[in-house]
C-alpha cells in the first residue's frame, strides 16, 4: 500500500514537472518571436537617434550657415585723420573699418568700408535677400562676404516698395540656397533660431529661442534717418536679435527659413521680430514673374489718416488725407488733388481705427485693376475712377 501510494505521488510530481516545463517553453517561444531574428531573410533593427535641444541647434547651424552673408557698405568720406561717429549709428562704435588714404596724407577722400547688415542666399547664382532698410543708401557701394570669407561686389539691388525687402544680385554661382518653411503653419512656443552678423561685428552670431508671438504689428525704423515703415503681421521671438542681424534668416528647428530678422524693441528685452517667409516667397514669385522687378499697386499719393477725434474737432470726415500727389500718377490721372480727403476705396471706408488705411487696401490690389475712389473735397463728395499703376523699387 506505501509504494502504491509512494508511486502515485511521484507519478503526479512528474506530470506537474512536465506542464510547468512545457508551459516555460512556450513563452520562450513567443519570447523568441518578439526578439529579433538573426537569420539571413530578417530585417536589420532600425537605429534610433537620441536628439537633445543642442544637436538640433547645431546640426541647423552646420546646415544653413553657408548659406547666411555679411552685408557691408562702401563709402567714400574726406579723410582728416579721425573717425567721425554718428551718435545714432548703432555700429558707430563697433570696429569700424578705416581704409589708409591712396596718398597718405590727411584732407583726401578715402574708402570706410563697415558690416551693417545680414542676407541669406536664395538662388545658386547669386541672389540674396536682405531687409530694404539694409541698403537704403541709394549713393552708397555695397558688398557681400560668405561664411568662408569670399567677398563679391553687389551688382544690383532691388528694393521691394511694399515691404521691407531688398534682392541683391551678386556675380557667383555654385552658392548654397537656404530652405524656406511655411510661416502659415507656426506655433507659438516653437524654437526658433537667429543667425547674422551682432552688432555689425561679430559675423555668423548664433541666438536661439522660441517664438513668442504672432500677428504682430510694429512700426521699424529710425526716425534719425528719416526711415519709418509700419509692418503688420510680422513674427515676434524671443531668440536675441541685434543690431547687424536685420536681413539675416529665422530658422525652425529644421532648418528652415520661416522669417527674416527685421527689428528689435528698443524699449523691451529679448523681443525681435521677422517678417514671415510666406511674404518673402510671395515677393521672390512676383518679382521672378516680372522679370526682374518689384511691380505693386501705386496710387501716387503720400496722406496721412485722419483720426476720428482729430475728425470730430476739425468737423471733417475721418479718413485718408492727401498731402501731396504724384506728379503723372494714377492718381493725379483720375484727378485727386492735395487736400481732398480719401473716404472710400471701392465702398470701403478708411479708419485708422480698424487698421483699415489706404495703403492696406492698396496693398490688396493688383496693377492694373480699377478702384472706385470716394473723396470728401470742399464740403462735397466727389467719386473718381482710378487704374492703378506699377511701382518699381529697382535701382541698376
Do not use: C
Not at 68 to 80: C, L, P
Not at 260 to 266: D, E, G, L
Not at 343 to 367: E, H, M, P, W, Y
Amino acid at each position: 500500500m506505501k509504494r502504491i501510494i509512494l508511486l502515485v505521488l511521484l507519478i503526479i510530481v512528474l506530470l506537474a514537472y512536465g506542464a510547468a516545463n512545457g508551459q516555460w517553453q512556450l513563452q520562450l517561444s513567443k519570447l523568441g518571436q518578439l526578439l529579433p531574428q538573426n537569420s539571413s531573410n530578417s530585417q536589420p533593427a532600425e537605429k534610433i537617434k537620441i536628439v537633445s535641444e543642442e544637436s538640433v541647434v547645431t546640426d541647423v547651424v552646420d546646415k544653413v550657415s553657408p548659406s547666411v552673408v555679411t552685408v557691408s557698405i562702401v563709402t567714400t568720406q574726406g579723410s582728416s585723420g579721425l573717425y567721425d561717429l554718428n551718435p545714432f549709428d548703432p555700429f558707430g562704435f563697433f570696429g569700424d573699418q578705416q581704409l589708409p588714404p591712396s596718398g597718405g596724407s590727411q584732407g583726401q577722400s578715402q574708402q570706410q568700408q563697415q558690416d551693417i547688415g545680414s542676407g541669406f542666399i536664395v538662388d545658386q547664382d547669386g541672389m540674396i535677400v536682405t531687409n530694404k532698410h539694409v541698403v537704403s543708401d541709394t549713393t552708397a557701394k555695397y558688398k557681400v562676404i560668405t561664411k568662408d570669407d569670399k567677398t563679391y561686389e553687389v551688382q544690383n539691388i532691388y528694393r521691394d516698395p511694399a515691404n521691407d525687402l531688398a534682392i541683391l544680385k551678386i556675380n557667383a554661382s555654385g552658392l548654397k540656397p537656404v530652405a524656406m518653411g511655411d510661416s502659415s503653419k507656426l506655433k507659438v512656443g516653437q524654437m526658433a533660431i537667429a543667425i547674422g552678423t551682432a552688432l555689425g561685428e561679430f559675423r555668423n552670431t548664433v541666438t536661439t529661442g522660441v517664438i513668442s508671438g504672432l500677428g504682430r504689428g510694429i512700426t521699424a525704423g529710425s526716425p534719425y534717418e528719416g526711415y519709418v515703415e509700419r509692418l503688420d503681421n510680422v513674427i515676434q521671438t524671443d531668440a536675441a536679435i541685434n543690431p547687424g542681424n536685420s536681413g539675416g534668416p529665422l530658422l525652425n528647428s529644421s532648418g528652415q527659413v520661416i522669417g527674416i530678422n527685421t527689428a528689435v524693441s528698443q524699449s523691451g528685452q529679448n523681443i525681435g521680430f521677422a517678417i514671415p517667409i510666406d511674404v518673402i516667397k510671395d515677393a521672390l514669385d512676383q518679382f521672378n514673374k516680372s522679370g526682374g522687378k518689384f511691380q505693386r499697386p501705386f496710387l501716387g499719393v503720400r496722406y496721412k489718416m485722419i483720426t476720428r477725434d482729430l475728425a470730430l474737432l476739425n468737423d471733417v470726415p475721418e479718413g485718408a488725407y492727401v498731402e501731396n500727389v504724384v506728379v503723372g500718377s494714377p492718381a493725379d490721372t483720375a484727378g485727386l488733388q492735395k487736400g481732398d480727403i480719401i473716404t472710400k476705396v471701392d465702398g470701403k471706408r478708411l479708419r485708422s481705427s480698424d487698421n483699415n488705411d489706404l495703403a492696406t487696401i492698396i496693398s490688396g490690389k493688383k496693377v492694373g485693376d480699377s478702384l472706385s475712389v470716394e473723396v470728401w473735397r470742399n464740403n462735397n463728395t466727389k467719386t473718381f475712377n482710378v487704374i492703378l499703376g506699377s511701382n518699381d523699387g529697382s535701382q541698376q
